[in-house]
């Protein structure tokens, strides 16, 4: 049976400054429990996708032009991030933004702040985003901004969880790390789609790390989608190979 889809962008335009033109019409779905790779170069469109999808554009001078966004089957275009949120939709943005002179334990709690649950249902999430993130627990009381990299990235992705998604839309996590905390980065982000059923849409230009832990992919160049499939087969495609894996 085909999986549930959750989200969908229907060929969508993307305008900044009301001349340039970047996305140029894409279409993508994201299936209930899957792991969907956005990949491409620089500069293809995967923030910008990620942005349109999560409201974020207006504060870059940018606007959807055309095509629609659903999120189970609403459109979504008119909610703000944070009602979004409360639709079960959560994006972190690429270069992770933690809050540098929050502890590590402060920036979570931010995360948990559009939920009306009490202390005890705080503090067992804490402990969720713990048990997927051990180091967090052993920073915990460090400030964010003298932690390391990939410790941030985990900070911004537990922080993200405290608000409960059912998707997650993470932009670029390889960004500026090392290849042992990648792979732990994507292994938390396996466990957390396995054992939790969260959803995610991950934009990435590591096609190699992304194809091997995403189930479905689709391929940006220049604001078009030109490729899509899953992820198994991309990777066997020999332009996928010449292009973005760096063999042929
Ligand atoms: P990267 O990996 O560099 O983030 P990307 O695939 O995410 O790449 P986008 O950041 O979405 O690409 O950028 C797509 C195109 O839109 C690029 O040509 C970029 O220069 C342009 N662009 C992005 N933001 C703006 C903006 N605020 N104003 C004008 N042009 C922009």
Redesign the pocket.
Known sequence: AKAETLLEVNNIEVI??HV?L?LKGVSLTVAKGGITALL?G???????TLKAISNLLHS???EVTKGSILYRGDPVADLNPSELVQRGVIQVM?GRHCFEHLTVEENLLTGAYTRRVGKGQIDADLERVYEYFPRLRERRKSQAGYTSGGEQQMCAIGRALMSRPEMILLD?PSMGLAPQLVEEIFGIVKDLNEAEGVSFLL?E?NTNVALRFAHYGFI?ESGRVVMDGPAAELRENPDVKEFYLGMS
């Open positions: 900044y400054n340039i970047v491409g620089n500069g293809a469109g995967k923030t910008t870059e001078r940018g690429e670029e934009a230009q940006l």
